[in-house]
């Protein structure tokens, strides 16, 4: 399995933005969170679980943080991680900073409109939107619901449909399914789109609806535009691929959504994994 959406943060840091996190998550109590959240322990439980690569989505949260936060994602690349890189649309040389995060060597940009403030399909996000689409890296975003702001309609799957409406040559990961518990409105506004991927993370844990809703949405959308993720450590890669694996779709589907069309996207040669 190739795991496109994993978070992990600095050793000092992991043990409370994971308690922090877990707590916003579960509206005030503790949910379960599946690893220590720190790059070491992440490997060691990805390779437990059979993920053979971990793609690791790293956010800046402030534009002052965002130079630290690629220096870390460019230093933990490597034994099995990817990283995406990010950046702040308050930051001044945020244009500049993704040509920085190709130079890198990572492998997209993470965008997290509800955490970093900012509409989707705001203006302002143009010049960005332009870098990336010229730099010729994915931009995963997350979409839907988060709990962090439960009424923000910043991530939705309209706002994000018209970004990948805006900029056609733009590679854009729409997560959960194209909108966390809203995946009506990702089904009127981003399934086949061509430009659009959808990541699966997760589904296993918040997915109520018929197996065969979720089968329709996925070949609706064109399967070869689904992604395996998982949002470790928030649910486990184990968990979510079970589901994959169970909800009705033939061998080949489920080895496209698992691994195949990650390398393609990400441009990795399947003989060259772990």
Same mark, same amino acid.
């Given at each position: 399995?190739?795991?496109?959406?994993?978070?992990?943060?600095?050793?000092?840091?992991?043990?409370? #933005?994971? =308690?922090?996190?877990?707590?916003?998550?579960?509206? !005030?109590?503790?949910?379960?969170?599946? #690893?220590?959240?720190?790059?070491?322990? #992440?490997?060691?439980?990805?390779?437990?679980? !059979?993920?053979?690569?971990?793609?690791?989505?790293?956010?800046?949260?402030?534009?002052?943080?965002?130079?630290?936060?690629?220096?870390?994602?460019?230093?933990?690349?490597?034994?099995?991680?990817?990283?995406?890189?990010?950046?702040?649309?308050?930051?001044?040389?945020?244009?500049?900073?993704?040509?920085?995060?190709?130079?890198?060597?990572?492998?997209?940009?993470?965008?997290?409109?509800?955490?970093?403030?900012?509409?989707?399909?705001?203006?302002?996000?143009?010049?960005?939107?332009?870098?990336?689409?010229?730099?010729?890296?994915?931009?995963?975003?997350?979409?839907?619901?988060?709990?962090?702001?439960?009424?923000?309609?910043?991530?939705?799957?309209?706002?994000?449909?018209?970004?990948?409406?805006?900029?056609?040559?733009?590679?854009?990961?729409?997560?959960?399914? !194209?909108?966390?518990?809203?995946?009506?409105?990702?089904?009127? #506004?981003?399934?086949?789109?061509?430009?659009?991927?959808?990541?699966?993370?997760?589904?296993?844990?918040?997915?109520?609806?018929?197996?065969?809703?979720?089968?329709?949405?996925?070949?609706?959308?064109?399967?070869?535009?689904?992604?395996?993720?998982?949002?470790?450590?928030?649910?486990?890669?184990?968990?979510?691929?079970?589901?994959?694996?169970?909800?009705?779709?033939?061998?080949? =589907?489920?080895?496209?959504?698992?691994?195949?069309?990650?390398?393609?996207?990400?441009?990795?040669?399947?003989?060259?994994?772990?």
């Amino acid at each position: 399995m190739i795991d496109i959406h994993v978070h992990l943060y600095p050793d000092a840091l992991a043990e409370r #933005t994971l =308690e922090a996190l877990a707590k916003t998550a579960g509206g !005030g109590s503790s949910i379960p969170v599946y #690893t220590d959240a720190t790059a070491t322990g #992440t490997r060691e439980k990805l390779a437990q679980w !059979g993920v053979r690569l971990g793609v690791v989505m790293n956010i800046a949260t402030s534009a002052h943080s965002m130079r630290k936060v690629n220096d870390f994602a460019s230093e933990t690349q490597g034994k099995g991680l990817l990283c995406f890189g990010s950046v702040h649309p308050e930051a001044k040389d945020a244009v500049e900073e993704i040509a920085r995060i190709k130079n890198l060597g990572l492998h997209g940009v993470k965008l997290h409109p509800v955490y970093q403030g900012f509409a989707a399909d705001d203006p302002k996000m143009g010049g960005i939107y332009e870098a990336i689409e010229k730099s010729g890296l994915p931009v995963t975003f997350h979409a839907g619901f988060d709990p962090a702001a439960p009424d923000s309609d910043f991530a939705s799957p309209t706002r994000i449909a018209a970004v990948a409406k805006a900029y056609p040559s733009l590679q854009v990961i729409a997560a959960h399914l !194209g909108g966390l518990h809203r995946w009506e409105e990702a089904e009127k #506004t981003l399934l086949a789109m061509k430009n659009v991927y959808l990541d699966t993370a997760m589904l296993a844990m918040c997915w109520k609806r018929s197996k065969e809703r979720l089968v329709s949405m996925i070949r609706t959308h064109g399967v070869k535009r689904v992604l395996f993720g998982s949002d470790c450590p928030y649910s486990s890669p184990e968990k979510e691929a079970r589901l994959i694996r169970e909800i009705g779709l033939r061998e080949d =589907e489920i080895e496209m959504i698992l691994e195949e069309n990650a390398c393609g996207l990400l441009n990795i040669g399947r003989e060259t994994l772990p």
